[in-house]
């Protein structure tokens, strides 16, 4: 083993999370973490990792970016037909991870997955750049190209096709909800004693908050 590598670590000060001081449920506790990392001035504050299974259980995981929440759950957008989407209709279950190091915080989050309605889909994709919405069109996403060439032509093609026009949805691109059904947060500690909070989605429809050994 690389011994610079083994030697890597940092100790976590700066703060910690007790039941006490957490909130009811885990959509405003993450509501407060959240602000407080938009606070911080954290770039790309929305990546989280999103990881997917196959049916027979192979794993795959890849930075996504957040596009909102609430009680409903965290949604994302993509391509439909790529690897991440084929894995979710073999098996609509996700993870979610983020991790503001600055903050020395991860928030995971587990649940069941479904598409966003075609109304949040469209909104959302017509919020988006015109460079972003030619791109959805333009890449076929994880699939196998001879080299970049091949996106380089599709852009142009696609921007005399929607010249001077409106550039509609794929129906290959839209949104995903994750209804998260356990939220976990973790808090930084000296010596990897680590504060940890899970909430768990019970029978009654509540959420049973509990301590995690780190």
């Known amino acids: ?22 909130a009811a449920d885990p959509i405003r506790q993450f509501s407060k973490w959240w602000q407080e990392a938009i606070d911080s001035g954290i770039e790309e504050v929305n990546a989280m990792t999103l ?9 795959s995981a890849r930075i996504v970016l957040l596009k909102g929440f609430d009680e409903k759950g965290f949604v994302f957008f993509t391509n439909y037909n790529s690897y991440k989407a084929i894995q979710l209709v073999e098996n609509p279950r996700a993870c979610l991870v983020f991790f503001w190091k600055e903050l020395e915080r991860q928030v995971r989050i587990t649940g069941i997955v479904e598409k966003v309605s075609t109304s949040e889909s469209d909104d959302y994709f017509n919020s988006r750049p015109e460079s972003s919405r030619i791109g959805a069109w ?25 010249a ?12 995903y909800r994750v209804k998260h059904v356990s939220v976990e947060f973790w808090q930084g500690r000296p010596s990897r004693l680590h504060d940890r909070l899970q909430y768990s989605l019970n029978d009654e429809g509540g959420w049973t908050l509990e301590r995690l050994a780190p």
């Open 1 to 22: 083993m690389d011994a610079t590598i083994s030697t890597i670590r940092k100790d976590y000060r700066q703060l910690s999370l007790d039941k006490t001081d957490a």
């Open 51 to 59: 990881a997917t299974a196959s049916s027979d259980g192979v794993p």
């Open 138 to 162: 333009a890449s076929p996403q994880s699939e196998v190209i001879p080299g970049r060439e091949v996106l380089s032509s599709n852009v142009l093609n696609l921007e005399k096709r929607f």
């Open 164 to 175: 001077g026009g409106a550039i509609p949805r794929p129906a290959h691109w839209g949104g």
